[in-house]
């Protein structure tokens, strides 16, 4: 068989959703691909080679055509909504994106495209590059508290955690609504802070 980068890679991804990050090994992909591990080091020279290509695909796939319109808030409202469905994509994708060295022009171009809206509103290139790092840094955030398995907690003692024992398990708030107030926040305050600039 005639292995390609991109077939290795495809199939990392593929283990990737069945075992998740932890458990994904050169050897599973070999033995998924039906070749000998030392085959795939044509392709990948090592773990951490193969965890960068799988963020690049990953990136390539939910950000390389991404198109934005309307006033800068709602652009960056898209870019981090389509970063979210990104991460989402695959099972520990945030974990992947997060240990990688993503350097696809992809993500570049997403940057780019970030800090012309955001400098064509008034920000400076500094202040937006800040912007767009708290914008990804908390869609990051959230998407690995999503993707991360949370064992039943003790509830808390009423008496002494009233306000908590009322609001709920935490983690029932992993929520779409919650990435929207949350977003909606950030994006507010980024808002405020250009305007006072």
């Not at 994509?89 to 992947?96: E, L, N």
Request: hydrophobic share 45%.
């Amino acid at each position: 068989m005639k292995l390609s980068r991109d077939a290795v890679v495809r199939t990392a991804l593929e283990l990737l959703d069945a075992v998740g990050l932890d458990d994904l090994t050169l050897r599973g992909v070999a033995e998924r691909l039906h070749v000998q591990a030392p085959a795939l080091y044509w392709h990948v020279r090592n773990r951490q080679d193969l965890v960068d290509q799988m963020a690049a695909a990953m990136v390539r796939d939910g950000l390389g055509d991404l198109v934005t319109a309307g006033a800068w808030m709602d652009q960056l409202a898209d870019i981090a909504h389509a970063y979210r469905r990104t991460l989402l994509s695959h099972r520990d994708g945030a974990r992947v994106v997060a240990e990688a060295r993503v350097t696809d022009p992809a993500m570049s171009r997403l940057v780019e495209l970030a800090l012309r809206t955001l400098t064509s509103a008034g920000f400076t290139t500094p202040d937006a590059m800040r912007a767009l790092v708290s914008v990804l840094t908390y869609v990051a955030g959230f998407v690995a508290e999503e993707q991360s398995p949370r064992p039943p907690s003790d509830a808390p003692d009423p008496a002494l955690f009233p306000l908590l024992t009322a609001a709920g398990d935490p983690s029932r708030y992993c929520t779409v609504e919650t990435f929207e107030y949350g977003l909606e926040l950030l994006l507010s305050g980024l808002r405020l802070a250009r305007l006072s600039a």
